[in-house]
T-cell receptor, first 110, second 115 residues
């Protein structure tokens, strides 16, 4: 089976930097994904890491260390619109399934 | 618009009733999913179809029955609705390469309330 751990809540002010950590245990592993979900909305794909290292997409970056079974999502120059839930998810090998963490609620204050 | 759509967006019904939720995607993906998201926001996979074939069937009461008439559609029928079925149900689709999926596209969700 799979298990993922991420913090339940993070609060920060506009302009700050937030790092959401995700540790995972899986029977197989292809990669780590991140999704954003605003209240009342649908999850939307943010990023995917299959290899170790940092992937940057605008203000958001995602990092993976396969040897540590660990990744993080970095949100820079926080804006009010970044207030949302962020989910990490793993792709175990060959079973078509994406297993999600419980989500981290990020609250951005003025 | 290129997207995953599902209907209805809201569904309020009484215990014991039977209801269906429909999902369609025009992204050309070969794999579709149903998720249940409870009040604590945990996304739980329920079912998945790949090219109309059921490939994931998690521990879900058999009151829930998915049907995929073709690759672009995946419907969910729920019999004898119970209070605990109240949740948001999301349909999703993804391109899948050799059984691996990492980027899923979600529909807007159906908020089901059972009274």
């Amino acid at each position: 089976g799979q298990s993922l751990e991420q913090p339940s809540e993070v609060t920060a002010v506009e302009g700050a930097i937030v790092q959401i950590n995700c540790t995972y245990q899986t029977s197989g592993f292809y990669g780590l994904s991140w999704y954003q979900q605003h209240d009342g909305g649908a999850p939307t794909f943010l990023s995917y890491n299959a290899l170790d290292g940092l992937e940057e997409t605008g203000r958001f970056s995602s990092f993976l260390s396969r040897s540590d079974s660990y990744g993080y999502l970095l949100l820079q120059e926080l804006q009010m619109k970044d207030s949302a839930s962020y989910f990490c998810a793993v792709s175990p090998a060959g079973d078509y399934k994406l297993s999600f963490g419980a989500g981290t609620t990020v609250t951005v204050r003025a | 618009d290129t997207a995953v759509s599902q209907t209805p967006k809201y569904l309020v019904t009484q215990m014991g009733n039977d209801k269906s939720i429909k999902c369609e995607q025009n992204l050309g993906h070969d794999t579709m999913y149903w998720y249940k998201q409870d009040s604590k926001k945990f996304l739980k996979i329920m079912f998945s179809y790949n090219n109309k074939e059921l490939i994931i069937n998690e521990t879900v009461p058999n009151r829930f029955s998915p049907k995929s008439p073709d690759k672009a559609h995946l419907n969910l029928h729920i019999n004898s609705l119970e209070l605990g079925d109240s949740a948001v149900y999301f349909c999703a689709s993804s391109p899948t390469r050799s059984g691996v999926t990492y980027e899923q596209y979600f529909g807007p969700g159906t908020r089901l309330t059972v009274t």
